[in-house]
């Protein structure tokens, strides 16, 4: 374990990651949980909802029927948060004048995509095997490579992957009318994550400009590289594989980690054990450990509280458009952020002190760790079916 002194004393941690700091206070949880226990819940969803927007066959909100679809499906989202085409606007810059300076504004285009995981309406990610969530993986790499910039240092790299998955015509998207900066591909499950139809899905947004989480990762890992010669998440991975102390998972492949700086009581970060810079990078057999990892930690969250784990989870990797100096040093990785901290229905809430300070959380990220290797095994439902 850390310092033995930390289980005991309020500490701040560093986020390498982003440059920033959270409060840590161990001693408010003596235990690893006091919290209240309900009976295990079982998610009573039909396989077919025929009023859900997501189903093979359903019409949308749009009026636009989907298709009956057997693995994944991909469209543009009938209310994407960012358009190709709106109204240009070009903001007026006036030396001297500190209202231009103070009220800084700048356009953004882009395109929100939807993609189901899967026809049935009832089966979850930890429901999933693997080998079935692949094809979502697969489905996110094709649309990513399609996206990427024609000069993108992976070009080569996306040619290999592109031959090496089968199509799917139903997660197929048209390639944008201009090329884009950034690609985010994320899941918010769950109502209280804002989740709007529990349908199992993901939304990838892709924006003309770099987003503040993505960026201040590049420019983390770049200053890094730059004062170190190393990998910023290569040298953390070697940390934790040395210390063993937050591992709550690993294949060949991928790490599963509670890490040294998590906020929420039970996140997790995926991170890729050697240097891949985006999705294109992965082999065959690397895309189905990543599947493996996913499956491990949504059936672990599962099993946590036996009930479906909210989340919101999403990956990190190189930009669509980008210099060789921003591919290089990417590395690909992918965060779980959930909510919950001591049952199925008690969460833990960013505020006060966390909105007007710094974050701040009781149960060491140590401490979770153990909970969640605890969780392994057979999916809790499996036994209440």
Not at 45 to 59: R, V
Not at 106 to 121: E, S
Not at 156 to 171: K, M, S, T, Y
Not at 294 to 312: G, H, I, K, M
Request: with cysteine.
């Amino acid at each position: 374990m850390p310092d033995e002194v930390l289980d005991d004393i309020s500490h701040r941690r560093y986020n390498p990651l982003t440059g920033s700091w959270l409060l840590v206070s161990p001693h408010r949880t003596k235990r690893p949980w006091q919290g209240q226990q309900e009976a295990p819940s079982k998610v009573q969803l039909p396989e077919y909802d025929p009023k859900c927007y997501l189903c093979p066959g359903n019409t949308r909100a749009q009026g636009d029927a989907n298709p009956q679809y057997k693995h994944t499906f991909a469209f543009v989202n009938d209310y994407s948060a960012v358009k190709e085409e709106q109204q240009e606007y070009e903001p007026e810059v006036i030396t001297g004048d500190i209202a231009s300076l103070l009220l800084q504004a700048q356009p953004v285009t882009g395109r929100c995509y939807v993609l189901t995981f899967a026809p049935k309406h009832h089966v979850t990610l930890p429901d999933m095997a693997a080998e079935e969530i692949l094809p979502i993986i697969q489905t996110w790499t094709r649309i990513y490579a399609s996206h990427m910039s024609p000069s993108h240092p992976l070009k080569a790299e996306a040619a290999r992957a592109l031959q090496a998955i089968p199509p799917n015509p139903d997660g197929e998207v048209a390639p944008p009318k201009h090329q884009l900066r950034y690609m985010q591909i994320f899941e918010n499950k769950g109502a209280a994550m804002g989740c709007s139809n529990p349908h199992p899905h993901c939304q990838i947004w892709t924006t003309s400009e770099l987003p503040e989480e993505p960026g201040k990762e590049l420019s983390q890992m770049t200053k890094y590289h730059a004062d170190h010669g190393r990998h910023l998440l290569a040298d953390y991975v070697k940390v934790e594989m040395e210390k063993g102390e937050r591992i709550v998972w690993q294949n060949d492949a991928f790490l599963v980690v509670c890490p040294w700086w998590a906020v929420w009581p039970f996140e997790v970060l995926v991170i890729a054990k050697r240097h891949v810079r985006a999705l294109v990078d992965l082999s065959d057999v690397e895309r189905l450990q990543f599947a493996e990892a996913v499956q491990e930690v949504t059936r672990r969250y599962d099993n946590l509280f036996e009930t479906s784990f909210p989340y919101s989870s999403g990956i990190h990797q190189a930009p669509l458009d980008c210099t060789a100096e921003e591919a290089e040093n990417s590395w690909f990785h992918m965060h779980f952020y959930p909510p919950l901290l001591r049952s199925a229905t008690v969460r833990k809430f960013l505020v006060g002190f966390e909105l007007l300070a710094e974050p701040q959380r009781d149960i060491t990220a140590e401490q979770a760790t153990v909970r969640l290797r605890d969780c392994g095994g057979e999916l809790y439902r499996k036994s209440l079916e």
